[in-house]
């Protein structure tokens, strides 16, 4: 009933910035939590962040507290993840999902039913 479209991913030198947006259509903008995955090759799915819209609060991983940013502007449908001080180890597969379940574990990757395409992120040493 909805699809996610990630974008504004690309190769960036370390302490660099990046803004990725994450375009949503049908009723996946009326989800209940929208968020952030990544995958490095050899690696498991990784949380991110995540805006929980019923709850009104984000949460983040500690490895990009205080570096990535959360928001969303309801008038476009879309959310952003601006990622600042960006280091080697941020490289990944960048994925936007969205969940209508309520859940406590939001950072879990089997929380969500809906999945973007991904959008490369590469940070040089």
């Known amino acids: 009933q909805g699809q996610l479209v990630e974008s504004g991913g690309g190769l960036v030198q370390a302490g660099g910035s990046l803004r990725l947006s994450c375009a949503a259509s049908?009723?996946?903008?009326?989800?209940?939590?929208m968020g952030w995955f990544r995958q490095a090759p050899g690696k498991e799915r990784e949380f991110v962040a995540v805006?929980?819209?019923?709850?009104?609060?984000?949460i983040y991983a500690d490895s990009v507290k205080g570096r990535f940013t959360i928001s969303r502007d309801l008038a476009k449908n879309t959310m952003y993840l601006q990622m600042n001080s960006l280091k080697p180890e941020d490289t990944a597969v960048y994925y936007c999902?969205?969940?209508?379940?309520?859940?406590?574990?939001?950072?879990?990757?089997?929380?969500?039913?809906?999945w973007g395409q991904g959008t490369q992120v590469t940070v040089s040493s």
């Open positions: 999902a969205a969940t209508f379940r309520r859940s406590l574990a939001y950072d879990n990757y089997g929380v969500y039913d809906y």
């Open positions: 049908g009723r996946t903008f009326n989800s209940n939590a």
């Open positions: 805006f929980s819209w019923s709850g009104a609060r984000t």
